[in-house]
């Protein structure tokens, strides 16, 4: 009356054996070429670019780019200079939408070093008062919201510095990395 009971064992995984694939997602990687131009007049001047290499399909998607210098500032207090960083910084974001095209979030910030003013100095009362050259730091901020397909290349910012009268614009190209 009593059946036997038999209960199966499984069979232990080897190295043999493939591994089952858990979560795969596909990855986008995207070329985005950023360059800053500036001309004075109708001559180009200066050509500045930058690539940054995005995974589209990211949590998060972004980038950052920091390049640049610390120029020493004459301040009027007791320590006399501090130092004020000089260069460009990039922050992006990158999203495929569902027609294949690439959603991009831009905060560019550049700055550089024009030129000198003079700064008069104030001395003790021992010391007569002077002057000395200052750096003019000037500066260029953009947010953009873009949308690029694979290969397009758009001008999408054009600014023109009201004290030197330079023009400037931003070139922003993606590629997809195959």
Do not use: H
Request: hydrophobic letters at 40%.
């Amino acid at each position: 009356m009593l059946a036997p009971c038999v209960l199966r064992q499984e069979k232990a995984k080897t190295d043999d054996e493939p591994a089952i694939a858990v979560g795969a997602t596909k990855m986008t990687p995207v070329k985005v070429a950023i360059t800053f131009v500036e001309f004075e007049g109708d001559k180009k001047v200066k050509s500045l670019p930058y690539i940054l290499i995005v995974v589209a399909d990211a949590k998060p998607p972004s980038a950052k780019l920091r390049i640049g210098s610390r120029v020493p500032v004459y301040s009027g207090k007791e320590y006399g200079v501090q130092y004020v960083d000089v260069g460009t910084n990039i922050d992006r974001d990158a999203a495929k939408t569902q027609d294949g095209s690439f959603q991009l979030k831009l905060i560019l910030d550049r700055s550089w070093v024009e030129g000198d003013i003079p700064v008069p100095v104030e001395r003790s009362s021992s010391q007569p008062s002077g002057q000395f050259a200052g750096p003019i730091i000037s500066q260029f901020k953009s947010d953009l919201s873009l949308l690029l397909r694979d290969g397009q290349t758009v001008e999408s910012t054009f600014a023109t510095d009201p004290l030197s009268g330079k023009v400037f614009k931003v070139e922003v190209a993606l590629n997809l990395l195959k």
